[in-house]
């Protein structure tokens, strides 16, 4: 099975600055990575899939980059709305069952 | 209003069963596949599996083969989720979460995005 593996694990961030996660499969996925925000007691919420789409309603400030095994997920100017956990999966369907990364806590 | 809407917290005791529903509205079910996520207290998410509703078919992840089965209402407006043999371990929140691709056959599709979710149902599993 594939692993995905995230970095940081936590993220000291102020509003407005440029926030970058990775994530990295532990074999190559092309472009079947979707990213997802989670805050408590709130629906996990999709914001990029394919790798780079942006779901629709997903502000701009949000962007996907990557292929293969490595990926970014890029918040362009950190709004106070964005300090939540985020989390990868890939969904490759030729490589086993969808698994996720261990997620990425942004906070002030 | 495009949602999912999950029955409410449940308490069970090791070696029980728990079922955890999921209703859908604004869109027709049998369109997509639901899937079942979980998250355990201060861990990630956890892919347990999914049902395609036009044709029943499941596929689970193999860590729950045995243990959960996921069945569509006969009304075809939800799906449930029954996982057997509760143990301290399974206490987590469990999600319903709609995947991306349109179904086009009977064949669940167990790798996907999901684009829509619950609001989550907390199990906790206690003696």
């Known amino acids: 099975d594939i692993q995905m593996t995230q970095s940081p694990s936590t993220l000291s961030a102020s509003v407005g600055d440029r926030v970058t996660i990775t994530c990295r499969a532990s074999q190559s996925i092309t472009f079947w990575l979707a990213w997802y925000q989670l805050k408590p007691g709130k629906a996990p919420k999709l914001l990029i899939y394919k790798a780079s789409t942006l779901e629709s309603g997903v502000p701009s400030r949000f962007s996907g980059s990557g292929s293969g095994t490595d990926f970014t997920l890029t918040i362009s100017s950190l709004q106070p709305d964005d300090f939540a956990t985020y989390y990868c999966q890939q969904y490759n369907p030729y490589s086993g069952p969808v698994a996720f990364g261990q997620g990425t806590k942004v906070d002030i | 209003q495009v949602q999912l809407v999950q029955s409410g917290a449940e308490v069970k005791k090791p070696g029980a069963s728990v079922k955890v529903s999921c209703k859908a509205s604004g869109y027709v079910l049998t369109r997509y596949n639901m899937h079942w996520v979980r998250q355990a207290p201060g861990q990630g998410l956890e892919w347990m599996g999914t049902?395609?509703?036009?044709?029943?078919?499941?596929s689970y992840a193999q860590k729950f083969q045995g243990r959960v089965t996921m069945t569509r209402d006969t009304s075809a407006t939800a799906v449930s989720m029954e996982l057997s043999s509760l143990r301290s371990e399974d206490t987590a929140v469990y999600y319903c979460?709609?995947?991306?691709?349109?179904?086009?056959?009977?064949?669940?599709?167990?790798?996907?995005?999901?684009?829509?979710w619950g609001q989550g149902t907390m199990v906790t599993v206690s003696s």
């Open positions: 049902i395609n509703p036009s044709s029943d078919s499941t």
């Open positions: 979460a709609r995947g991306i691709v349109v179904v086009v056959s009977a064949t669940p599709n167990a790798q996907d995005a999901f684009d829509l």
